[in-house]
């Protein structure tokens, strides 16, 4: 509170130096003004301390001090509300797809031409493409800083500046051409390291050639990184290091003839890749042949494809969603429209930590080069993410629910600790969330410099933007990142087959709980699901999406493009919307019976029951998971025989229902499905965390089967939501 006080002291004193300097130029001429100057404004703190302890001695003066300089604080930083660009009652434009059809189709209110059917494919005519956006940014920000990098947490950032950028990917791609790798789209290449600069100059050296780049990445495993190389057909991959190498060639796929590496790897490694056939080539060599070679650039054309992200959102294989230039630019303008005066500029820095190989990150990325903004990346453990921010100090910054209840979280287990700090923080929280109410966003209150100083300097303290996807964010916390912050934070709901955004809440609009109207790029309807009793008439129904950011197909796959595409064009996604009263889309269910957990990870629970299933304890079990949850958890029937069996050779005794609430029981059964997991080769988010036994078996007659025997989710679901809440109240 001492240092409160200082501070509005130290601010006072510079508010009236300014103001008294001011009023004396202004009023020189007039006598009696300059007297009652010279009673209501100061040259310096000492001045007005002198004339307060006059007109009411120390005491007073003490009061009045206080008060003078709240005053001034006050005036000097008194916030300017920000109106909405449009009504918040009415958020998006529809219209009947047919004149008697039950659907109505929603368009952005963000493009006039959206109502006859057009959508954004571009916001500026010399920005087209991903190659062409990047020269717009150097041109934008006058060949400033572009990207940012720091060797190690004692060290600043340092930069490449966009013209050396463009220099560095121009020799790569020339190097890749002299290795006999031939320009256009039928030229793949991938790509697996974590986010650095690299991994971007690799991505400009494809497009200075028109190839196409595929992203690899750690979660998919060994078995999908080699029927990805497989499927594509990728001779090359980018490898950021050693660990990376020997990781792809566990299952190396005789296509792969050549990796090259961003850092030095082991001689054993060198000589592994020997054995195998593929050839290590450094980087940095790779760029000294091209610009010897320095073959002329073949750049896209907006319909080329530019990427093929493959995503496991669903049983088997994982699948090649196909992105074309055009698809990608369109998302990114649609969203950069949508920020109106909030876009990025040339001065802005983004901080880069979410994964690459994900439509999210990428597009951000892309945004920031297109303005001509920079980007700085994380030194790779995000558990040290605020370090990086404190040395970066970024402006903009995408994140996923998962960051954001960690801080969340952390704040609210200092604040619980302390009843004078609880108060305090209700109090900023109910004084901040009224100016959002008002249409106000900063981060110089009163309450920012008392309550949430400490939260906004762990993220670099200049934050202004932030953007918020993958999976859904609590209501609460939303607000409190909203309070806490003083930024702009928009949430937004995508998916990878539409290049990432479909939807994107809008500035000025404070109420959490949806997912904003359609971005510019497409439009949205929702279709009926009889077999949930979802209904369009309703409000209710699949989302299904129309634009120019849905993807052209699954890469090699042409039946599951037909089962996502429909004969007119509309992508179906699989999840449940409802359209609340004010046009913006709230995400309600999951068509089929995959969802994602807070960090953004899909999880398949009936692949997860199978293998659970093999446990000799086990005889039926329900997996469950929430999105706004980092884990799974479930419920199990044990094998009363084999329970009973083992419980008699251990000494215990007890009905069968007894036995279910006895510990070790519990941790049997948790321990021996845990193990099953683990040889099916089950990822850590797959694994339940928690359990909870029950003595009667699921069945047709108590309403938990189906007649063909299978499980009804959500009657189980709803059978049994007070355990479920238990347990995850106990686990958070």
């Known amino acids: 509170m001492d240092s409160l006080i200082l501070n509005a002291k130290s601010y006072i004193k510079r508010q009236v130096v300014r103001k008294s300097t001011k009023s004396e130029v202004n009023n020189n001429s007039d006598k009696k003004k300059r007297k009652h100057k010279r009673n209501t404004n100061y040259r310096n703190m000492d001045d007005m301390e002198q004339y307060l302890h006059y007109i009411g001695g120390g005491a007073g003066a003490l009061a009045l001090t206080g008060v003078a300089a709240a005053s001034a604080f006050y005036l000097a930083s008194r916030p300017k509300e920000e109106k909405p660009l449009f009504p918040l009652d009415d958020q998006c434009i529809y219209e009947k797809e047919e004149e ?45 800083q572009c990207l940012g990098w720091r060797e190690s947490y004692s060290k600043p950032y340092q930069w490449l500046n966009f013209n050396e950028a463009l220099l560095r990917a121009k020799n790569l791609g020339s190097g890749l051409v002299s290795q006999g790798f031939t320009p256009g789209t039928n030229t793949i290449i991938g790509v697996y390291s974590q986010n650095c600069p690299e991994w971007i100059l690799t991505e400009q050296a494809l497009y200075c050639y028109s190839m196409v780049l595929v992203p690899l990445y750690d979660t998919l495993g060994p078995d999908a990184c080699a029927f990805i190389i497989k499927q594509a057909d990728i001779n090359v991959v980018f490898v950021e290091d050693d660990a990376k190498c020997n990781l792809l060639m566990e299952k190396s796929p005789r296509c792969l003839k050549k990796m090259i590496i961003y850092k030095d790897i082991r001689p054993a490694t060198r000589q592994r890749a020997k054995n195998l056939g593929i050839e290590i080539i450094k980087m940095a060599d790779l760029e000294m042949l091209g610009s010897k070679t320095n073959h002329p650039e073949m750049p896209p054309k907006p319909s080329d494809l530019s990427t093929i992200c493959y995503t496991s959102g669903t049983t088997g294989n994982p699948k090649g969603v196909m992105l074309t230039h055009e698809n990608v630019i369109a998302s990114v303008s649609a969203v950069i429209m949508q920020q ?3 876009r990025p500029r040339p001065e802005d820095t983004m901080i880069s930590f979410l994964p690459l190989a994900h439509m999210l990150e990428r597009c951000c990325e892309i945004a920031m080069f297109m303005m001509g903004g920079s980007v700085g990346y994380y030194l790779g453990d995000i558990r040290r993410l605020s370090d990086d921010m404190k040395a970066l100090k970024p402006t903009i910054c995408p994140a996923v ?83 806490s912050l003083g930024c702009l934070v928009v949430e937004g709901y ?47 129904g699949e989302i299904v999406v129309k634009g120019t950011n849905v993807f052209q197909g699954y890469y090699k796959d042409p039946e599951k493009t037909q089962e996502t595409i429909d004969e007119m064009g ?41 293998i659970y299933s093999r446990s000799q304890y086990v005889c039926q079990l329900f997996v469950h998971g929430e999105s706004l949850k980092s884990c799974i958890i479930a419920i199990v029937v044990p094998d009363v025989d084999v329970i009973k069996c083992w419980a008699s050779e251990n000494g215990i005794s007890g009905t069968f229902s007894v036995l279910c609430n006895h510990p070790e029981v519990k941790q049997l059964i948790l321990d021996d499905m845990i193990t099953k997991g683990k040889d099916a080769g089950l990822k850590s988010f797959e694994q339940v965390k928690d359990i909870y036994l029950h003595p009667d078996p699921f069945s047709v007659q108590n309403g938990l089967l189906t007649p063909t025997m299978k499980s009804k989710r959500p009657e189980i679901k709803s059978y049994f939501k007070p355990q479920l809440e238990d347990m995850y109240s106990k686990l958070t």
């Open 570 to 610: 509309w992508h179906h996604t699989g999840d449940i919307g409802m359209w609340l009263p004010n046009g913006t889309l709230k995400i309600i269910d999951r068509r089929k019976h995959i969802f994602k957990l807070s960090q953004g990870e899909y999880i398949v629970p009936e692949k997860i029951e199978s």
């Open 340 to 342: 109106g005066e909030h």
């Open 401 to 483: 629910p998962r960051l954001l209840n960690r801080i969340h979280d952390k704040v609210m287990g200092e604040i619980n600790q302390s009843f004078l700090k609880k108060m305090l923080f209700n109090m900023a929280m109910n004084a901040k969330e009224g100016e959002i109410k008002r249409g106000i966003i900063r981060n110089n209150s009163f309450w920012d410099m008392l309550v949430f100083r400490k939260v906004q300097e762990g993220m670099g303290g200049r934050l202004r933007l932030m953007l918020v996807g993958s999976a859904p964010l609590a209501d609460n916390v939303l607000t409190f990142i909203r309070c």
């Open 100 to 144: 008697n059809g039950p659907d109505l189709i929603r368009v952005s209110r963000f493009f006039k031409d959206a109502k006859e059917g057009k959508f954004v494919s571009f916001l500026y005519p010399d920005s087209r493409t991903i190659y062409e956006s990047f020269r717009r940014g150097a041109k934008e920000s006058n060949n400033g």
């Open 494 to 540: 995508g998916q990878t087959e539409c290049c990432a955004p479909i939807s994107l809440t809008i500035q000025g609009d404070w109420v959490p709980g949806h997912v904003g109207p359609p971005v510019p790029c497409c439009c949205v309807k929702l279709v009926d699901v009889p077999e949930m009793e979802y209904w369009s008439k309703n409000n209710q």
